[in-house]
């Protein structure tokens, strides 16, 4: 369970930086501390989440067994603390011991005498107006390494443990006055290392480049409260979140037992750099069947619940949408330089109807299909125990053991084995730049075509359709013309001769053909341009996940080109930029590998799309073609 945390001051969050607004004596659900030195990531009541110092929060009583200090470790969110909103959430598998307490509010700092000494603002023999309770006792962060000293010495011309100049920050509280350091154009991870802050005594730990929450005051003047350094323009970016900076500086020394079954080798092919096949019969489908609706707590809570059937194994497990959507939060965490594509979209009303059911179910096997080709994602433990467990308590206990997964984010990558062969900055930054290319040209044109075929699709189910029965109708209005048809004769009978009667057969079935070809465009769409369109918009998805791990690859070679100049200009050690130099090359082999099985299963996949989608047309326009010829047929019979 979360630490909560109550606010004692009013924040103004930038959005755009990742940053929370937070109000005084709001409530938060604390999702994790080690975002940074000074800064959490917190939950408001409303599922609004974001970054906020912490130096203005404290936390509640009754919140998290053993937790009283804010640089406790707090673990990720697990799913079964979270709600869908609707029918479909998680079921509590744990519950909070109690309500939480109504701690004493605190009040803003009063502006008094600067403090002279003491870890919290105070002097030892009296407590400042910045001292906090114990909630707010925060370790000093660990000692930089020499690596760290000297990329920071040589970035910013000074110690690591020198103050930053700030500058004034408009649209904050009234109540205060913000401070940023200036930021450096350059966005590489050398720039934002993680750096002491010698005027604060509230410095947190951490290693994603960002200093701690720090308290200024006046004397006698106004209080200056809640400054908070930043170097990332991004804090939220994958590269900081995920850890990459403390993976390729060698900051990361949190020993972790990596098992055999776990390790990943990427191998060279004709092809280049590509993940190693695991051998045996891994590869494998998923067939998703039989949507039925569920309910349970007495018909309170409504589900759809899908029969899931692996072929290697034929065992049938029954999952549900949260479980799916468990799985991809899992795998989007541990996987940051893997394509994982997103779920299908929820959906608040009409849930339960047959046509979203049929249209859900396809995409979640479209999902599933994308993870069975995967070699990496299908051999995972928290895949398999997603498509293979059928006993409800195993499940639980696969499933937090999978939450609990130390190697996640850049700490999967300790368990890939490259080649033995040394990468060249120079090339890898031009194939980097190639793909970063091909991203966003495939994105553009990915956006054009669905939005052609969305309207191809809406002009044959309306206009198309309309305009071929407008024409069935004027040849039936002929035809209604023709029986009129009567011949004067002197002995009385004024039937029209055969041919005319043919004719007036023949005019009318074509009015009919015409008005059966509107339908035929009306109901084209199910077999051809809609599964194309949910075709396209799975792979406009899958393009939409690479701009991160695009950044991520950036901020590695950029970090890998500082090292080389700190190394020619003697300020970092040979065997300290090699160390750097042999990380990126993980990160740099696992980009290509997932760039050529990316590339390789887009052949494949676009492929059977287009042969599929043509195939569908061309049996449409052979019955169009077939109609139009039967009614040729009749007037050649005249």
């Given at each position: 369970?979360h630490?909560?945390?109550?606010?004692?001051?009013?924040?103004?969050?930038?959005?755009?930086?990742?940053?929370?607004?937070?109000?005084?004596?709001?409530?938060?659900?604390?999702?994790?501390?080690?975002?940074?030195?000074?800064?959490?990531?917190?939950?408001?009541?409303?599922?609004?989440?974001?970054?906020?110092?912490?130096?203005?929060?404290?936390?509640?009583?009754?919140?998290?067994?053993?937790?009283?200090?804010?640089?406790?470790?707090?673990?990720?969110?697990?799913?079964?603390?979270?709600?869908?909103?609707?029918?479909?959430?998680?079921?509590?598998?744990?519950?909070?011991?109690g309500?939480p307490?109504?701690?004493?509010?605190?009040?803003?700092?009063?502006?008094?005498?600067?403090?002279?000494?003491?870890?919290?603002?105070?002097?030892?023999?009296?407590?400042?107006?910045?001292?906090?309770?114990?909630?707010?006792?925060?370790?000093?962060?660990?000692?930089?390494?020499?690596?760290?000293?000297?990329?920071?010495?040589?970035?910013?011309?000074?110690?690591?443990?020198?103050?930053?100049?700030?500058?004034?920050?408009?649209?904050?509280?009234?109540?205060?006055?913000?401070?940023?350091?200036?930021?450096?154009?350059?966005?590489?991870?050398i720039a934002?290392?993680?750096?002491?802050?010698?005027?604060?005594?509230?410095?947190?730990?951490?290693?994603?480049?960002?200093?701690?929450?720090?308290?200024?005051?006046?004397?006698?003047?106004?209080?200056?409260?809640?400054t908070?350094?930043?170097?990332?323009?991004?804090?939220?970016?994958?590269?900081?979140?995920?850890?990459?900076?403390?993976?390729?500086?060698?900051?990361?020394?949190?020993?972790?037992?990596?098992?055999?079954?776990?390790?990943?080798?990427?191998?060279?092919?004709?092809?280049?750099?590509?993940?190693?096949?695991?051998?045996?019969?891994?590869?494998?489908?998923?067939?998703?069947?039989?949507?039925?609706?569920?309910?349970?707590?007495?018909?309170?809570?409504?589900?759809?619940?899908?029969?899931?059937?692996?072929?290697?194994t034929?065992?049938?497990?029954?999952r549900?949408?949260k479980h799916?959507?468990?799985?991809?939060?899992?795998?989007?965490e541990k996987?940051?330089?893997?394509?994982v594509?997103q779920l299908?979209?929820?959906?608040?009303?009409?849930r339960?109807?047959?046509?979203?059911?049929?249209?859900?179910?396809?995409?979640?096997?479209?999902?599933?299909?994308?993870?069975?080709?995967?070699?990496?994602?299908?051999?995972?433990?928290?895949?398999?125990?997603?498509?293979?467990?059928?006993?409800?308590?195993?499940?639980?206990?696969?499933?937090?053991?999978a939450?609990?997964?130390?190697?996640?984010?850049?700490?999967?990558?300790?368990?890939?084995t490259?080649?033995?062969?040394?990468?060249?900055?120079?090339?890898?930054?031009?194939?980097?730049?190639?793909?970063?290319?091909?991203?966003?040209?495939?994105?553009?044109?990915?956006?054009?075509?669905?939005?052609?075929?969305?309207e191809s699709?809406?002009?044959?189910?309306?206009?198309?359709?309309?305009?071929?029965?407008?024409?069935?109708?004027?040849?039936?209005?002929?035809?209604?013309?023709?029986?009129?048809?009567?011949r004067?004769?002197?002995?009385?009978?004024?039937?029209?001769?055969?041919?005319?009667?043919?004719?007036?057969?023949a005019?009318?079935?074509?009015?009919k053909?015409?008005?059966?070809?509107?339908?035929?465009?009306a109901?084209?769409?199910?077999?051809?341009?809609?599964?194309?369109?949910?075709?396209?918009?799975?792979?406009?998805?899958?393009?939409?996940?690479?701009?991160?791990?695009?950044q991520?690859?950036?901020?590695?070679?950029?970090?890998?080109?500082?090292?080389?100049?700190?190394?020619?200009?003697?300020?970092?050690?040979f065997?300290?930029?090699?160390?750097?130099?042999?990380r990126?090359?993980?990160?740099?082999?696992?980009?290509m590998?997932?760039?050529?099985?990316?590339?390789?299963e887009?052949?494949?996949?676009?492929?059977?799309?287009?042969?599929?989608?043509?195939?569908?047309?061309?049996?449409?326009?052979?019955?169009?073609?077939a109609k139009?010829?039967?009614?040729?047929?009749?007037?050649?019979?005249?």
């Open positions: 369970m630490l909560r945390a109550r606010v004692m001051y009013d924040f103004d969050g930038e959005a755009a930086n990742g940053e929370l607004t937070i109000k005084e004596d709001e409530v938060l659900n604390i999702l994790r501390q080690d975002v940074g030195d000074g800064w959490w990531e917190a939950e408001n009541s409303q599922g609004v989440k974001g970054l906020v110092p912490q130096a203005y929060c404290e936390a509640v009583d009754g919140t998290q067994d053993g937790v009283s200090s804010p640089g406790s470790s707090v673990p990720s969110p697990s799913y079964d603390d979270r709600q869908d909103g609707v029918d479909e959430e998680w079921d509590y598998d744990e519950e909070w011991d309500e307490g109504s701690p004493t509010r605190k009040k803003a700092p009063t502006p008094q005498s600067q403090p002279q000494q003491g870890s919290n603002g105070s002097d030892p023999g009296q407590r400042g107006p910045l001292q906090k309770s114990t909630s707010l006792q925060v370790p000093d962060p660990p000692p930089l390494t020499p690596l760290q000293r000297s990329l920071a010495a040589s970035m910013h011309g000074h110690s690591s443990a020198s103050t930053m100049p700030n500058r004034g920050k408009k649209g904050r509280s009234s109540a205060r006055q913000e401070h940023w350091p200036q930021e450096s154009d350059d966005e590489s991870s934002s290392m993680p750096r002491r802050v010698s005027d604060s005594g509230l410095n947190g730990q951490g290693n994603y480049g960002l200093h701690g929450a720090n308290r200024h005051m006046k004397r006698g003047g106004e209080v200056k409260t809640g908070v350094s930043k170097t990332f323009k991004s804090r939220f970016s994958v590269f900081a979140k995920s850890g990459g900076e403390a993976y390729l500086l060698g900051a990361d020394t949190k020993k972790r037992h990596i098992p055999a079954n776990t390790e990943v080798r990427i191998v060279e092919s004709d092809e280049g750099p590509m993940w190693e096949d695991p051998g045996g019969d891994w590869r494998f489908t998923c067939e998703i069947t039989n949507p039925k609706k569920e309910s349970k707590l007495k018909g309170m809570k409504s589900f759809i619940a899908y029969q899931l059937t692996p072929s290697n034929g065992i049938r497990v029954s549900r949408y799916f959507d468990w799985l991809y939060e899992r795998l989007s996987f940051t330089l893997i394509c594509p299908p979209d929820k959906q608040v009303t009409g339960y109807e047959e046509s979203f059911i049929e249209r859900r179910m396809d995409g979640l096997q479209r999902w599933m299909a994308r993870m069975t080709s995967h070699p990496i994602i299908s051999q995972c433990d928290a895949f398999q125990h997603f498509i293979s467990c059928t006993d409800e308590k195993q499940w639980k206990v696969g499933k937090r053991k939450e609990k997964d130390e190697l996640v984010g850049a700490a999967f990558l300790q368990t890939i490259p080649p033995d062969t040394g990468l060249e900055v120079a090339h890898v930054e031009t194939q980097h730049d190639n793909f970063a290319k091909f991203v966003k040209s495939m994105n553009d044109s990915m956006v054009v075509i669905q939005q052609t075929f969305h699709r809406k002009r044959h189910m309306g206009p198309f359709k309309r305009e071929y029965q407008k024409v069935g109708q004027s040849f039936n209005a002929i035809a209604e013309s023709f029986e009129i048809d009567t004067p004769r002197v002995n009385g009978n004024d039937a029209p001769p055969q041919e005319s009667v043919r004719l007036t057969d005019v009318k079935n074509t009015g053909t015409y008005e059966d070809i509107g339908l035929f465009f109901q084209q769409p199910s077999k051809d341009l809609i599964p194309f369109e949910d075709f396209l918009r799975e792979y406009h998805g899958m393009i939409q996940t690479f701009p991160d791990m695009i991520f690859h950036k901020h590695t070679i950029s970090t890998v080109k500082e090292c080389q100049k700190q190394r020619e200009d003697q300020k970092m050690d065997e300290e930029a090699e160390s750097v130099k042999q990126a090359d993980v990160v740099s082999y696992a980009m590998a997932e760039i050529n099985h990316f590339q390789d887009r052949v494949r996949n676009f492929k059977e799309a287009m042969e599929g989608f043509l195939t569908e047309q061309i049996k449409f326009y052979q019955n169009v073609t139009l010829e039967d009614a040729l047929g009749k007037f050649q019979d005249i």
